[in-house]
């Protein structure tokens, strides 16, 4: 299964094209043709399955098969999500998989100025991207109406649960047109869970995909207690490993990438970074080169590193942990395929700290710290301690010192008076 046998449209596939994209994942093959047809969906699956490429293609392409108006666009599909982190992941994908349409849409959520929100929602959107709490505040200004909308996708249902936004969730139901298509995504169904999706959905099919937690079993897992600082020392360090012979190296932003890219080229490792503000050609050539052994690592952040697929990546690297736990599954899910063995490394701040908490409790694994390594956060290094004689050798040194530099200050205040005489 490829993608263009999904009965996808050209400027659908050729954006898929340039993301490198060429097999769907499971949720993928089965979510697609059932939304291009029309029917209501529930999605049991996580972060990190491919799920948002499932909901987020289908409905561009059938977005692209209404007719539009040549006025102001309305909002006709919304898609809800609990965090800003997975709006603006979410966003950033319909961005990438719209890129050769004339389609518009914008992210809204809580937390920062509501301006440049509102300014983009006043110049027209197609596909709305929110949380649920700002929603409800641009609705009750009057400056959305939900009455448009014809595709409606809730994600995260159950984080939404957990969140405390199930009430928000409520409201928000009576606003949309009872005629639309829904799809509704969780990766646990508890009976409130299940009772809301009822409400929802519309006789709707059912899609299950192994929960992306358990991909994580096959592979090995350890983590390095490391000040930020001293992160691209230790990676220089593991990087004297010639056993780890191809490796993703993942940071939590563009600036970061680049960054490690340079750290490792002065230091004579074959190393290059992808990320949005790459070049499509940029991007292509260094995942060419990556796949081909002539880039021992990749940099990435986790957008970019979506359409990444390599059969034979011996390790990821964590430069920066996730702040969102099924990230990180995702990520180390790059390796460990097919069967063969994998390794996923973790480098781990005072500050991450809370995001390894997280990620343990979501995937039931406790991962392993590595503490022998010459930047170890955790480790007190002794003080050397010398005896009263030692002590008295070392100030004497110190003195001895200080005595032969101030004789040859003076002595060559002498020589230079001598010359000018």
């Known amino acids: 299964m490829i993608f263009e046998n999904l009965k996808l449209t050209e400027p659908v596939l050729r954006a898929l094209q340039d993301e490198g994209y060429i097999t769907p994942t499971p949720i993928q093959a089965k979510a697609i043709p059932c939304v291009l047809d029309g029917k209501d969906l529930l999605g049991c699956a996580q972060t990190g399955t491919g799920k948002t490429a499932a909901f987020s293609i289908p409905i561009i392409q059938n977005l692209l098969a209404e007719a539009g108006g040549n006025g102001r666009k309305s909002v006709r599909a919304l898609i809800l999500t609990p965090t800003r982190e997975l709006a603006a992941q979410i966003g950033d994908n319909i961005n990438a998989y719209s890129r050769h349409t004339r389609l518009k849409h914008t992210v809204i959520f809580g937390g920062v100025s509501q301006k440049s929100q509102v300014e983009a929602l006043r110049k ?24 448009t909308i014809r ?22 139901l009576p606003l949309l047109p009872r005629k639309r298509q829904s799809l509704f995504f969780s990766a646990t169904m508890p009976a409130e869970i299940e009772k809301l999706s009822r409400q929802i959905l519309n006789h709707p099919e059912m899609i299950e995909v192994t929960p992306a937690s358990s991909t994580v079993d096959v592979i090995e897992q350890h983590v390095y207690s490391v000040e930020k600082a001293d992160k691209s020392k230790l990676l220089l360090h593991l990087l004297q490993d010639k056993n780890i012979e191809s490796v993703l190296v993942f940071t939590r932003t563009k600036h970061g990438a680049d960054k490690v890219a340079r750290i490792l080229g002065r230091s004579g490792v074959k190393a290059e970074a992808i990320h949005g503000n790459k070049s499509q050609n940029a991007r292509v050539k260094a995942m060419n080169n990556f796949r081909d052994h002539i880039t021992r690592v990749l940099i990435a952040t986790d957008i970019a590193a979506r359409g990444i697929d390599i059969d034979h990546l011996s390790h990821v690297i ?23 063995s994998g390794a996923a490394f973790s480098f781990c701040d005072s500050e991450e700290k809370v995001y390894l908490r997280d990620i343990e409790k979501l995937t039931g694994k406790h991962i392993v710290e590595i503490k022998e390594h010459p930047f170890n956060a955790g480790v007190v290094r002794p003080v050397p301690v010398f005896s009263e004689k030692e002590e008295l050798k070392r100030t004497v040194r110190r003195e001895d010192r200080k005595s032969y530099r101030n004789n040859r200050f003076q002595n060559s205040l002498g020589s230079r008076s001598d010359v000018r005489a």
């Open 318 to 340: 964590n430069y920066d942990l996730p702040n969102i736990p099924e990230t990180y599954v995702h990520r180390i899910g790059r390796t460990g395929r097919a069967g063969r």
């Open 151 to 172: 595709f409606f996708v809730l994600d995260e249902a159950d984080r939404m649960l957990d969140m405390g936004f199930i009430h928000d969730i409520k409201k928000i």
């Open 124 to 147: 027209g959107v197609d596909i709305l991207v929110a949380t649920p709490g700002r929603l409800l505040d641009l609705v009750n200004q009057k400056i959305i109406d939900l009455q």
